[in-house]
């Protein structure tokens, strides 16, 4: 079992940057593909970022891509997602996620193991 914890959330402009952190417990972090999902307020939650194991291969949603970057250091057992040029279309509680199977997947049904979140607030 993977316990989560998401850090680095924060009110900013537009075009600021934020770089959100997520802790994980237990040894098996790096036997984990890792994802990012949002959800902001009256929508449902959307695949945001995801990285392989060892941090080889990525995905990223095409709302996000050439902004954030995800990477991992498996030795601090932390996943990051450094968002850049923010704009408030990415305001929305940002979640981490941990997913045992083999394959990359941008599906958070996929997904078994869940931070509380944290909050992004971009204003205009």
């Known amino acids: 079992q993977v316990q989560l914890v998401e850090s680095g959330g924060g009110s900013v402009q537009a075009g600021d940057s934020l770089r959100l952190s997520c802790a994980a417990s237990?040894?098996?972090?790096?036997?984990?593909?890792m994802g990012w999902f949002r959800q902001a307020p009256g929508k449902v939650r959307e695949f945001v970022a995801a990285?392989?194991?060892?941090?080889?291969?990525?995905d990223y949603a095409d709302s996000v891509k050439g902004r954030f970057t995800i990477s991992r250091d498996n030795a601090k057992n932390t996943v990051y997602l450094q968002m850049n040029s923010l704009k408030p279309e990415d305001t929305a509680v940002y979640y981490c996620?941990?997913?045992?199977?083999?394959?990359?997947?941008?599906?958070?049904?996929?997904?078994?193991?869940w931070g509380q979140g944290t909050q992004v607030t971009v204003s205009s």
């Open positions: 996620a941990a997913s045992p199977g083999g394959v990359l997947t941008t599906m958070d049904s996929q997904y078994a193991y």
């Open positions: 237990g040894r098996t972090f790096s036997t984990y593909n």
């Open positions: 990285i392989s194991r060892r941090g080889l291969n990525t």
